[in-house]
């Protein structure tokens, strides 16, 4: 057995890998640059933890999604193996430990987000580290023209003068050639691997239905799909709204969103996990890094961005490959937010600079300070205090974040931490002289490993419980001794935060580039109106439009989409079809004919199948009338 299946097996309990995984190990194993576009469930993560583990040294994994590298690294420490996330919200003290940790070897992967690579200081650790691999995952944010692009990204070539000789893996799940082009250009490959799995997901159907009674729609859909299911809508409310209409039709139903506190969101994310909750009402915030096999649908009730955002939400429907649906709800209103979107997604400079100004006066940062500095933030109380839109706010913080300028933190978990900063004898000189707090420090000691070398978890109401006590108590000396420097106690939070990448500035100087912002608002509206078309084209099957998008070639039908479904019910196949197709233009370019009349040039072809044939091809426009209701070729053929 070859060491990459051995820790394969050892860590992960597999025998084999999934389709392309061992070919993108293998050329990560020989030192070599290697792009890998895996579709979402395609196990990515593995392509980049087991070479690591099968090699000396500490994975660097650089990550935009602060929620997925929080879930990695609870799986990796549970299979036993050192892992960090270094994440806002941690204190100054916790990550220069965490850093250290990681020169002494005492980590296998350290996971990062793309905005610490501005931080000199994390650059002076990452030069002391024993680095053998690079990993960068949801690769397409580096490409100016990718639909989520993060400028800190463009460190990383930077990065690679550090350890030239170190391979780097790129990986996204969504990505059009013109970014993956841009992938390997930015990171500077020079003989890359590049390793595609087709985009095809022949077991999900994909299902677009244009109606103007989407709750109808969705109760016969949940109805006729039995198993679990994942509604998406794009706002808060909503999601509350449609899991109680569901509950009323005795539908399990729960609904998701960031607003909701850590132990809610965990509770309702294990609860579906688990079965005990049918169907899941979310905002995107929810399915990102939850890899829950048994989905039977995935139902999209209002319309994300682009094609890309939908292909990977649609995506997490059937990865047990039994089959699934992806299905689409849409109505005219919901073309025209995605036609308009656009012009609330780029508000205008003025408005841009209105909104940092504001955040800078809420954040108490004087001009000129800031720099590396995260900052706890709420979104909604901001915009009440500066009596401001949401959305548009939202949009404002985001473009700054494109811009370089700061960095949004996602609300996620992080739960109480303590390490004891004292060495041993120090610490058992305070009990003896301290008797009172002797009983919580003997029994952190017993409880919790490593306290004097790293940050541990732990939780404050389990110590209570084992000391009988009650958990405010144990709180309040916990607080004593962090301020007697006893312990470094960090309370447990799940509050969002904004990071300042750069020192603040009056808001004339903020340098916002305008030729950026427009070519950005450009391009995000080619990706809203190549979205527009796959929901409105009703003459092609929805895999292949997909596929084609993403750059596949040599593409068949589905079978199994709602194009492929009306298709089907003509009993020709593809190339009797085309054929039949070719002989009716020539025909009725020459004479156009009443519908009685085809099947006379026909022989040979049964009446019922061609009379089929010729209404799906009217229904479908490859074919049309004339005023007098004659069959005629359509005029651009």
């Given at each position: 057995m070859s060491l990459i299946h051995q820790v394969l097996t050892q860590y992960w309990g597999y025998t084999r890998f999934r389709p392309l995984q061992e070919e993108i190990v293998r050329s990560v194993m020989e030192g070599k640059d290697t792009l890998a576009l895996l579709p979402t469930g395609g196990g990515k993560s593995l392509c980049f933890q087991v070479p690591a583990m099968a090699m000396s040294g500490i994975c660097i994994v650089i990550s935009p999604l602060i929620a997925l590298m929080k879930d990695q690294e609870e799986?990796?420490?549970e299979k036993g193996i050192r892992a960090v996330a270094i994440v806002s919200g941690m204190k100054k003290q916790e990550v220069e430990v965490a850093l250290n940790n990681c020169i002494h070897g005492n980590y296998k992967f350290l996971y990062v987000s793309p905005e610490r690579l501005v931080s000199p200081v994390?650059?002076?650790?990452?030069?002391?580290?024993?680095?053998?691999?690079?990993?960068?995952?949801?690769?397409?944010c580096i490409s100016?023209?990718?639909?989520?692009?993060?400028?800190?990204?463009?460190?990383?070539?930077e990065i690679r003068e550090l350890f030239p000789k170190i391979p780097?893996?790129?990986l996204t799940a969504s990505a059009t050639p013109e970014v993956r082009k841009d992938i390997l250009q930015r990171l500077e490959f020079k003989n890359p691997e590049v390793f595609t799995k087709s985009f095809a997901r022949s077991n999900l159907s994909y299902i677009i239905r244009p109606t103007e009674d989407k709750l109808g729609h969705l109760l016969k859909i949940l109805n006729s799909i039995p198993g679990t299911s994942i509604i998406y809508v794009r706002n808060r409310r909503k999601t509350q709204e449609i899991a109680h209409i569901l509950r009323q039709y005795k539908i399990s139903a729960d609904f998701y969103h960031a607003g909701l506190d850590h132990q809610t969101r965990f509770e309702r994310q294990n609860h579906w996990m688990k079965n005990k909750t049918r169907v899941i009402v979310a905002t995107n915030a929810f399915g990102m890094g939850i890899n829950k096999p048994d989905v039977r649908s995935v139902i999209h009730l209002d319309l994300p961005d682009d094609l890309e955002s939908y292909y990977q939400e649609a995506g997490r429907g059937g990865r047990d490959e039994k089959n699934a649906y992806a299905v689409v709800l849409y109505d005219e209103a919901d073309l025209n937010d995605l036609d308009n979107r656009y012009l609330m997604n780029f508000?205008?400079?003025?408005?841009?600079?209105?909104?940092?100004?504001?955040?800078?006066?809420?954040?108490?940062?004087?001009?000129?300070s800031g720099a590396g500095i995260t900052y706890p933030f709420d979104l909604l109380p901001f915009c009440q205090q500066y009596k401001m839109e949401p959305l548009v706010t939202m949009n404002c913080l985001r473009l700054l974040e494109m811009t370089g300028t700061i960095s949004l933190g996602e609300g996620i978990f992080l739960p109480a931490r303590i390490r004891i900063p004292m060495k041993h004898m120090e610490l058992y000189k305070f009990q003896v002289e301290n008797p009172v707090y002797d009983p919580l420090i003997k029994t952190l000691l017993r409880s919790y490993a490593g306290l004097f070398e790293d940050y541990v978890r732990f939780s404050e109401a389990e110590v209570a419980r084992r000391m009988s006590r009650e958990t405010n108590d144990v709180t309040k000396q916990l607080s004593s001794l962090q301020k007697l420097g006893v312990v470094d106690y960090i309370p447990a939070n799940d509050k969002p935060t904004v990071s300042y990448l750069s020192e603040r500035v009056k808001e004339e100087d903020l340098y916002i580039p305008k030729e950026l912002l427009e070519e950005r608002k450009r391009r995000y509206k080619m990706r809203s109106d190549a979205f527009r078309h796959f929901l409105t084209n009703q003459h092609q099957c929805r895999s292949m439009m997909l596929l084609a998008y993403f750059g596949e070639g040599n593409l068949t039908r589905c079978g199994t989409c709602?194009?492929?479904?009306?298709?089907?019910?003509?009993?020709?196949n593809?190339?009797?079809?085309?054929?039949?197709?070719?002989?009716?233009?020539?025909l009725l370019k020459e004479t156009p004919l009443p519908p009685a009349e085809i099947p006379q040039h026909f022989v040979g072809i049964p009446e019922g199948k061609l009379q089929a044939a010729v209404r799906w091809l009217l229904d479908n426009r490859e074919l049309d009338t004339d005023l007098t209701g004659r069959i005629i070729a359509p005029e651009n053929e």
């Open positions: 799986q990796l420490r994390f650059l002076e650790y990452l030069k002391e580290m024993p680095v053998n691999m690079i990993a960068v995952d949801e690769a397409h100016q023209w990718g639909y989520d692009f993060r400028p800190p990204y463009l460190k990383i070539a780097v893996l790129a508000p205008p400079r003025e408005e841009i600079r209105r909104v940092y100004k504001a955040l800078g006066n809420y954040l108490q940062i004087p001009v000129g709602d194009f492929c479904r009306e298709r089907n019910k003509v009993e020709l593809d190339l009797e079809m085309e054929e039949l197709l070719g002989r009716l233009r020539k």
